[in-house]
């Protein structure tokens, strides 16, 4: 009887305090690789390809931890870059409220995976074999029942425990945080299509989703972080799949490369910018808005100084996204500087050269020279010396 009660304490491993919270770590850990290396990266955007042994792994502990299927998960993913932050978005902080995404974001995903227009419009190329459609399809719960019971008897009572914080780890990160904070608290690297957002720039916790606006803005890169400062616990599992032969990187995000001294635009000039558009204006908005707004805004004075409080970022930021109270405040701040006023529309007719898509190469060419010349007379320094650099952009090999 002792026997068994000591059994039931301890379980097989009878851990310590402490050994079980790392193990619950490592635990938790495995299944956010599982879905941001596999699920993620590998099957919705195709960045990288996987040894089957790997993906195989990774199928049968997601349905050990989650319950989750490759092709949901996989098509309503899909679904959001397709559709992001509209109406049809699955789980948009900015149609939603952050409140419900971040509260009932399991609840959206589970309404979201019995869609069947969903599963066969985004769910091509994913897993159809038997064991698939048998086992890890038909029987989700069989999965996490017996997880729960590997858990009891390797630790005891206390695997109880350890079972439903590996049931709440995914539904709280990736439903929640990422899916909801995601889109709606952060930095922003890029000025993307969306409201992504980066959460952190040290992506460790989940697996580098926190590096979410990058990922937005370069979807099909097998690599979250851009900027030297940001980390990519994912990537780093990525490299070292690579070294083992277990993983194959297809894509990352190109980095731009700048010949200096170039005299003047031209069609590779062009192909470089469409390439590296969003770099473009990232540099655009450290370089030019930054400092011009800096310096202006030292020079107001008393009665117009309240015009600058809060407004550095209206000036790069989307409109899309923007409230009442921003779309006046921009206004004002413009109608009031006509410095501000000049490197605002410089930078809209900036990227209004790349969107419109009606025009050919030629007369995107003529547009760019054009822009360039007009950013030369503008007296503006800091606009003069991003022409400068502008001028030097070279297209990039993509990695294949």
Known sequence: MNEILTFLSQGLLAPG????????????????????????????????????ALKHFFRFWLWMTTGMGTRAWTAIHRKHHARCDSEEDPHS??????RK???????????????????????????????????????????????GLINVALFGVIGVTVWAIQMMWIPITAAGIINGIGHYWGYRNFECTDASRNVLPWGILIGGEELHNNHHTYPSSAKLSVRRFEFDMGWAWIRLFEMLHLAKVKKVAPKPIVEAGKPSVDLDTLRALMQHRFQVMAHYRRTVI???????????????????????????RDQRFFKHRHKDRLANLTAHNHTLATIYDYRLRLQEIWSQTSRNSSEMLDALAQWCRDAEE????????????LKGY?????RV
């Open 378 to 389: 503008s007296g503006i320094h800091a606009l003069q010396d991003f022409v400068n650099t």
């Open 93 to 98: 902080p900015q149609v939603l409220g952050i």
């Open 17 to 52: 305090p402490w050994t079980l919270v790392l193990i619950t770590l490592g635990l938790t850990h495995i299944t956010i690789v599982s879905v941001t290396v596999y699920l993620h990266r590998y099957s919705a955007h195709r960045a990288l390809e996987l040894h089957p």
């Open 290 to 316: 930054k400092p011009v707004f800096n310096q202006e805004k030292a020079r107001a004075c008393d009665a117009t100084r309240g015009l600058y409080h809060r407004a550095h970022k209206l000036l790069h």
């Open 394 to 398: 070279q297209v990039a090999k993509v």
């Open 101 to 147: 995404v971040l509260r009932e974001g399991a609840e959206l995903y589970q309404a979201e995976a019995v869609n069947q227009e969903t599963l066969d419009k985004y769910g091509a190329g994913c897993p159809n074999d038997w064991i698939e459609r048998n086992v890890y399809e038909k029987y989700t719960v069989l999965g996490i029942t017996l997880m």
